[in-house]
């Protein structure tokens, strides 16, 4: 499909049109005035020079937050149904060279997750796997998403890129939303950290979104892991990627999530890229600034005070009560944690301390019409 | 004298239509008496059964509820949302939101007037959100709307009455309450409205993203009686910049 390589490259394409450390103040100045940025605008508030512009981007980051999103956060939780992996991803504890403990629940094992899950009063999951179409193929995950049905509103998926028709297959159980994150868009780096399995394949996995759109999802996500490379080139790539799909297809949701590298199993190593919080912060806001309409989510690879505070400040949904282990809600976790988590609040916390905000947590923000 | 908004055979004193769906809950309540409206929109999808804080529990029960559909992206599912909406007791009363671009939240004219048609056929009072068209509002009267919700600017916007030379138009040529809706900002704005004759004004964001939340509900209930006092009076004549002419082009007329 000729269009589908077009924003690809469109997106390569600009990845380095910009060198961030020339932009000046006055650059960014210009960003903070305007009401609709261009792809300039946007790498200027990446840029080192919008460093100390970080509180008035906050507060105009807060200000298009509440009026496009009002009060309300939305609140949800993923369930990893089976950690097997195919690729060989430096970066990630489910590496299939790590010898962690490998499992797949049964779907009576999912029931029960989903039934403890639901107790918590959550309509919104997230069902995530590994990168194994042998271990967890489409079927077993349609499976998974037609049982989800029986509890939740809005099922979401991150697994695996699939084809169009798959998406289509996965809709039609009553899927709604797919992630996936390109984790870099440095094509070069890409190859250096994705050793082996299809996630090679730099071009299948980045037009995943625009295949989840034709196959009938109502919303996609994005996101880069920022601190694989230079993590401004990727925040910047990502909110390229999202503007030109929301273009290409008004009617999706778009969201976009901001994970950066955090410690995993078996790893020792200094990262060079690393990305302290004020910077990921620059890029939530950065995203907002330029991006108004898109949803930002927060995992609990951040701390509890940064996660709320990203909430009162730009992004519009948080999960919670999070098991990033294989199990370990209905039942013993079975299998090893994808990577570490900093924010173990049960769902109560989470809606305590938004309230302490003056935010309001949602649980319920969808209809499935599927 | 009596002045009272007439929807769906249903009478209400205020014309002040509250949106629910950027405050918190616990908010609702006083905005509501604060700012005296009787009708309040809510996203049915938040209304939903199940799952946290129910936004029904926080709306006083002499408010009338005005479920929305938004959510849906055409008229096929803006019809399953309506249903759905009845189903789980909301009332009869449904405002149509039909969006297909999420950037703009700008409403889909075609797709709107479809669903109306099919949901005033089954009976309910249909209140359909739309772009200040002309022919699009006469379509809507046809298809068996109950009011005209035309928008001022884009939702959440808070610029104004960016369309109001089109508003007024549908006020001219509708014979349907025309009730200004999205990107009204300021109480001046919703005053102006209620001026030009619309039959009343729906706010959300301009409350819920202001200073002191209550007293600006109050301020738009006050600014919304003022401009239909004013409508009501008739407005007083405006003079051209050049006054009246002192040599009149008709001064030379004799019998």
Same mark, same amino acid.
């Given at each position: 499909m000729p269009e589908e390589i077009s924003i690809m490259d469109e997106v390569l394409d600009l990845y380095n049109k910009y060198d961030f450390n020339e932009f000046t103040s006055e650059n960014v100045e210009t960003a903070l005035q305007k009401e609709d940025l261009d792809f300039k605008d946007f790498a200027a508030l990446l840029s080192p020079a919008a460093e100390p512009y970080l509180e008035q981007m906050a507060q105009k980051a807060q200000r298009l937050t509440r009026s496009r999103f009002g009060n309300t956060i939305a609140i949800f939780t993923p369930i990893y149904i089976s950690n097997y992996c195919e690729n060989q991803c430096v970066y990630c504890g489910f590496n299939c060279k790590n010898k962690i403990h490998r499992a797949k629940l049964n779907i009576d094992e999912i029931e029960k997750e989903y039934k403890a899950i639901a107790e918590t009063g959550l309509k919104e999951i997230l069902i995530l796997t590994g990168e194994s179409r042998k271990a967890s193929d489409i079927e077993y995950i349609g499976d998974a998403v037609m049982l989800a049905k029986k509890y939740f509103s809005l099922i979401g998926l991150e697994i695996y890129p699939v084809d169009a028709d798959e998406y289509k297959y996965l809709h039609e159980q009553g899927a709604d939303f797919v992630t996936v994150f390109q984790e870099t868009y440095d094509t070069e780096t890409y190859k250096k950290v994705h050793l082996a399995g299809k996630k090679r394949i730099f071009s299948y996995r980045i037009n995943a979104q625009e295949r989840a759109i034709l196959g009938g999802m109502r919303g996609v996500g994005f996101g880069a892991l920022l601190g694989i490379a230079d993590f401004r080139h990727d925040a910047f790539s990502v909110g390229v990627h999202a503007s030109l799909i929301q273009k290409k297809y008004p009617h999706a949701e778009i969201a976009i999530s901001v994970p950066r590298l955090r410690p995993y199993i078996n790893s020792k190593n200094e990262n060079p890229n690393e990305v302290h919080e004020k910077q990921l912060l620059q890029v939530i806001c950065a995203y907002r600034l330029f991006l108004p309409y898109a949803g930002i989510t927060v995992s609990t690879r951040e701390r509890k005070n940064f996660r709320d505070n990203a909430a009162n400040i730009a992004a519009t949904k948080i999960s919670a009560g999070v098991c990033v282990g294989i199990g370990g809600r209905g039942e013993e976790e079975k299998g090893d944690e994808q990577f570490e988590i900093n924010d173990r609040r049960s769902v109560d916390e989470v809606v305590s301390s938004l309230h302490d905000y003056g935010l309001q947590p949602s649980f319920n923000e969808y209809i499935r019409l599927i | 004298m009596s002045d009272k908004l007439v929807l769906g055979g249903k009478e209400f004193e205020s014309r002040f239509i509250l949106g629910s769906g950027k405050f918190s809950l616990d908010m609702i309540k006083a905005v509501v008496e604060d700012g005296g409206a009787e009708i309040i929109t809510l996203a049915l999808r938040r209304a !939903?059964?199940? *799952? *946290?804080? !129910?936004i029904l529990d926080y709306i006083p029960e002499n408010v009338t509820l005005l479920p929305n559909t938004s959510g849906a992206r055409n008229a096929d599912e803006a019809v399953r949302i309506a249903r759905l909406s009845r189903e789980l007791g909301c009332g009869d009363f449904v405002k149509v939101e039909v969006v297909g671009d999420n950037k703009y939240l700008l409403p889909d004219n075609a797709e709107t007037v479809k669903a109306v048609e099919i949901l005033a056929k089954e009976g309910f009072v249909v209140l359909p959100y739309m772009y200040p068209d002309l022919y699009t509002a006469r379509d809507l009267v046809n298809a068996g709307a109950a009011a005209v919700m035309p928008l001022a600017a884009p939702i959440g916007s808070n610029k104004g009455l960016c369309t109001k030379d089109f508003i007024k138009i549908l006020i001219e040529e509708i014979d349907l309450p025309i009730i200004v809706d999205a990107g009204i900002g300021s109480p001046s704005q919703a005053c102006e409205a209620m001026e030009l004759g619309a039959a009343a004004v729906m706010a959300n964001t301009a409350i819920a993203t202001a200073g002191d939340i209550y007293q600006m509900a109050k301020a738009f209930g006050l600014a919304i009686k003022s401009g239909r006092l004013a409508y009501l009076s008739g407005l007083g004549r405006v003079l051209q910049d050049s006054g009246e002419a002192s040599s009149p082009l008709t001064g030379f007329l004799q019998d």
């Open positions: - | !939903n059964v199940g *799952g *946290g804080e !129910n």
